[in-house]
T-cell receptor, first 114, second 111 residues
Framework: GAGVSQSPSNKVTEKGKDVELRCDPI?????LYWYRQSLGQGLEFLIY????????KSGLPSDRFSAERTGGSVSTLTIQRTQQEDSAVYLC????????????FGEGSRLTVL | RKEVEQDPGPFNVPEGATVAFNCTYS??????FFWYRQDCRKEPKLLMS?????NEDGRFTAQLNRASQYISLLIRDSKLSDSATYLC????????????WGAGTKLIIKP
């Protein structure tokens, strides 16, 4: 497809389980962001990838969160030992370059931790 | 104080009316400004960038007031399809990729 693709669209898991969220950005976009959005809140920055540069992981809330981007394309966000406060929509966005301000988002992965 | 603040609304507006809402930002060194639109349970999409001199795109007008540190969005002749949450986004001067997001203003256009 032409847009950013995320999977799964919905994930319900039990507290303590690990989850993996996937993002397939628009072809040719070198910049990739992960954000988290909770109800009534602004987007919370998690991590930023730009080409082959070291990612900016400054937004990851704890060491239970990690992300990687293989081959400059697909990215996975992994949450280990999930907690109820991890419940949110996880949004992935890509852009041609980070500085443009025009981000193209996927539809998000809605995570519910029971 | 939040870095980017918006009135959460909702703003209930009759179809055809003009509506405006503001967004304030705390970092005076912010360099770029944007309005995104987010429909219910959908992803955000860029509506328009905000330029220093103000800019217009059809029924939408965006303005920047650096002295008072706010940006505004005005929608003329509102349509039912304008119902959405409008997110204010600010890029700080010390980053060429970071974006600071407001929590959004919810707009409901009523027939």
């Amino acid at each position: 497809g032409a847009g950013v693709s995320q999977s799964p669209s919905n994930k319900v898991t039990e507290k303590g389980k690990d989850v993996e969220l996937r993002c397939d950005p628009i072809s040719g976009h070198t910049a990739l962001y992960w954000y988290r959005q909770s109800l009534g809140q602004g987007l919370e920055f998690l991590i930023y990838f730009q080409g082959n540069s070291a990612p900016d992981k400054s937004g990851l809330p704890s060491d239970r969160f990690s992300a990687e981007r293989t081959g400059g394309s697909v990215s996975t966000l992994t949450i280990q030992r999930t907690q109820q406060e991890d419940s949110a929509v996880y949004l992935c966005a890509s852009s041609l370059e980070g500085y443009t301000g025009e981000l193209f988002f996927g539809e998000g992965s809605r995570l519910t931790v029971l | 104080r939040k870095e980017v603040e918006q009135d959460p609304g909702p703003f209930n507006v009759p179809e055809g009316a003009t509506v405006a809402f503001n967004c304030t930002y705390s970092n005076s060194a912010s360099q770029s400004f944007f309005w995104y639109r987010q429909d219910c349970r959908k992803e955000p999409k860029l509506l328009m960038s905000v330029y220093s001199s103000g800019n217009e795109d059809g029924r939408f007008t965006a303005q920047l007031n650096r002295a008072s540190q706010y940006i505004s969005l005005l929608i003329r002749d509102s349509k039912l399809s304008d119902s959405a949450t409008y997110l204010c986004v600010v890029r700080p001067l010390d980053s060429n990729y970071q974006l600071i997001w407001g929590a959004g203003t919810k707009l409901i256009i009523k027939p």
